[in-house]
């Protein structure tokens, strides 16, 4: 039986954390795909996952943001997106046992419809292609993350429709605009929010690009568009860059964690964290959600 993330979110529920600085700390070199570990060194990428299981975390995501057709073949991959996504969402599955679900991590292609840079089909394809490697992988949902075009987040939802009955997270970056709230392109989380209803998403949210203090405000945005349960993932702070040339994110655990309470009376339903956080802002994040009310 699917997943009904509407029962599931009734009480908030922690999501997992970083990815990328969490494998670059095993030996990932940066810029590298990170997909291709999942068949060259699963088991430094089971270890990821089975951090965060053991952080507490409700949900965990998969090793899989950049595994479409698009992404991997800037890396001489394009062949294999199916074959490392079924992969990445396998281990995560293993990892989480019957302690965590396990939400499949789908990323956009790079490219901006609205310029015509891709046919749309070509898009369609390659999002097909990782959602049922998802679900073959065995992946309880899927989280569309770090888009930010409408327009291609839509196109993908449309398409996965089509191709696997999982539920579906659709989640923007808001990190732009006067009032640091909007997307690249200028759109609204009002925007995100009538658009996922009107595709019948599952849930809403925000993720990466920006730090939980913003994301405050952009889940009360989201919860006055939508009844749909709010999924965010919010940076630990504003990246910085440190004089050795490393990005460095400069919120500790406990910092995040204080933002528990505000993310929670703002509407959000699933609390995680992505870029710079780690499995010990989890654990902070874990205390922090069962202390509130």
């Not at 490219?111 to 070509?122: F, P, Q, R, S, V």
């Not at 989201?222 to 919120?251: S, V």
Request: hydrophobic share 45%.
């Amino acid at each position: 039986m699917a997943l009904d993330l509407r029962s599931f979110a009734e009480v908030v529920r922690l999501s997992d954390g970083a990815w990328g600085t969490e494998l670059q700390k095993l030996g990932l070199p940066p810029g590298a795909p990170p997909e291709l570990w999942n068949t060259e060194r699963p088991e430094a990428v089971e270890a990821v996952a089975r951090s965060y299981v053991e952080a507490g975390c409700d949900v965990i995501l998969t090793n899989t943001f950049g595994g479409n057709a698009f992404v991997l073949e800037r890396h001489g991959a394009a062949g294999r997106a199916a074959e490392l996504v079924e992969a990445g969402v396998a281990i995560s599955r293993r990892a989480a046992g019957e302690q965590a679900k396990v939400f499949a991590s789908i990323g956009p292609t790079g490219k901006i419809l609205m310029m015509g840079e891709e046919d749309e089909n070509a898009l369609a394809v390659a999002f097909a292609e990782a959602a049922g490697a998802a679900e073959r992988g065995g992946a309880d949902a899927l989280v569309f993350e770090t888009f930010n075009e409408i327009a291609e987040l839509g196109l993908a939802v449309g398409t996965v429709r089509g191709v696997c009955d999982l539920p579906i997270v659709c989640s923007m970056t808001f990190a732009s605009g006067p009032d640091g709230v909007a997307t690249l392109m200028g759109q609204s989380p009002g925007d995100l929010a009538c658009a996922a209803d009107g595709w019948e998403a599952d849930a809403v949210g925000a993720n990466c690009g920006a730090g939980p203090d913003n994301y405050v405000r952009v889940a009360a945005l989201l919860r006055e568009a939508t009844d749909l349960p709010i999924w965010i993932k919010a940076n630990a702070g504003l990246p910085q860059l440190g004089p050795d040339g490393q990005t460095t994110f400069p919120m500790g655990p406990d910092e995040f964690a204080s933002f528990v309470p505000a993310l929670i009376e703002a509407g959000a339903n699933f609390l995680g964290g992505c870029c710079g956080t780690t499995p010990e802002h989890l654990r902070r994040l874990r205390a922090a959600v069962d202390a509130c009310p």
